[in-house]
């Protein structure tokens, strides 16, 4: 029996605003309508699991401990599966946490973690986001890809990419599902 699809979503940029590195649950701020654009993702079959690059832990801007605050935060201000996070960056200033890895996107380790744990149905599922990266890890995964403009957006993307959508937010990510 096949799984459920996923609407697999970054953080900043995507649920809160993109503010370059949140430190604490108290800079987290998201988006007003991110809880009722969750439900209605949940509402037609969908997981809501967030996929996130938090190099900021291996930077030394906050722990991995805050950083377990600020997603527990997130899910109760949301109501998001669960969140997924690398706290890895290959130049990090915390040796524990430099390194290369399969989980900062692009790489699609955190994607293969969420299939593993919620039995998704890739072939149906879809990654929203507002950075290239998260756009290429999301092809990287085989899935379909929806550009935001709530946070980088097409007017800073790092390289170039093409989306199999462009959304100007999370609301329009629910009319393309």
Known sequence: ?????????DRDGVLTEEKSYVTSVENLTVF???????RKIHEKGYYAIVITNQSGVARGLFTEQQLLEMNQYLIELTDVDTVYYCPHHPEGKVEAYRKRCSCRKPGTGLFWRAREDFK???????????????????????????????????????????PDHIARDLREVIEIL
């Open 32 to 38: 007003p309508y991110a809880r009722e654009c969750v």
């Open 1 to 9: 029996m096949k799984g459920r699809p996923a609407v697999f979503l």
């Open 120 to 162: 998704i149905d890739m072939e149906h599922s879809c990654m929203a986001g507002d950075r290239a990266g998260d756009i290429l890890a999301g092809k990287h995964a085989g899935l379909k890809t929806i550009l935001l403009e709530s946070g980088y957006g097409t007017a800073r993307l790092e390289f170039q990419i093409e």
